[in-house]
Nanobody, 116 residues
Framework: QVQLVESGGGSVQAGGSLRLSCAAS?????MGWFRQAPGKEREGVAI????SSADTVEDRFSISRDNAKNTLYLQMNSLKPEDTAMYYC????????????????WGQGTQVTVSS
């Protein structure tokens, strides 16, 4: 069982930045960040797979991995109120897309609130 622990969320004004962290208990081929705002579907925002493949749905965001610490990061810059959501870290060893079906391990979530 892979354990995922997110941290780094908080409140920030529009235009600010946050870096989210996700500490994993073991190696996983695929890790990703999802978010869910009240009244909206959960959506994928970034994925990191293989040894160095990274992708985000928003150019303001970047995803990286510290292999020594087995920790995934999501750097979010130029934050907007629309980014307000609960952010979840997820992991799986198979397919790696933005589909929730690819992930079986999930963290508890960390709240990001962006004010205008």
């Amino acid at each position: 069982q892979v354990q995922l622990v997110e941290s780094g969320g908080g409140s920030v004004q529009a235009g600010g930045s946050l870096r989210l962290s996700c500490a994993a208990s073991g190696y996983t081929y695929c890790m990703g960040w999802f978010r869910q705002a009240p009244g909206k579907e959960r959506e994928g925002v970034a994925i990191f797979y293989g040894t160095s493949s990274a992708d985000t749905v928003e150019d303001r965001f970047s995803i990286s991995r510290d292999n020594a610490k087995n920790t995934l990061y999501l750097q979010m810059n130029s934050l907007k109120p629309e980014d307000t959501a609960m952010y979840y870290c997820a992991a799986h060893g198979g397919r790696c897309t933005y589909s929730e079906e690819d992930y079986i391990f999930w963290g508890q979530g960390t709240q990001v609130t962006v004010s205008s």
